[in-house]
Nanobody, 125 residues
Framework: VQLQASGGGLVQAGGSLRLSCAASGRTLSRYMGWFRQAPGKEREFVAIIKRSGGSTYYADSVKGRFTISRDGTKNTLYLLMNNLKPEDTAVYYC????????????????????WGQGTLVTVSS
């Protein structure tokens, strides 16, 4: 599975961006999602979506501002980010697991075998 992320950029606080992640290749992934890594910090969970059924889960820090979605016909994952804050500044990575991940483990980055190259989001104050 190859993942190609895009859509990052520079935006003012309060603005919006939509990230995209195009997936190619055969996948048995159960979950797909977005993680982010700010300078000097560890990679952290942002949002995930279950491919079957479409259940979504969000980090508390983005709940109500970010929306994860997936277009199965285009095999593309999205992250709509509204009301962006300077603390959202990070490199955002899309990811897919190799299948078999259970819900209680789905927010752990170690459960994801496939990663996109990352796209930088910078939010200015």
């Amino acid at each position: 599975v190859q993942l190609q992320a895009s859509g990052g950029g520079l935006v003012q606080a309060g603005g919006s961006l939509r990230l995209s992640c195009a997936a190619s290749g055969r996948t048995l992934s159960r979950y797909m999602g977005w993680f982010r890594q700010a300078p000097g910090k560890e990679r952290e969970f942002v949002a995930i979506i279950k491919r079957s059924g479409g259940s979504t889960y969000y980090a508390d820090s983005v709940k109500g501002r970010f929306t994860i979605s997936r277009d199965g016909t285009k095999n593309t994952l999205y992250l709509l980010m509204n009301n962006l804050k300077p603390e959202d500044t990070a490199v955002y990575y899309c990811a897919a697991d190799s299948g078999g991940t259970i819900q209680s483990e789905a927010k752990r980055s170690t459960r994801y075998a496939y990663w996109g190259q990352g796209t930088l989001v910078t939010v200015s104050s």
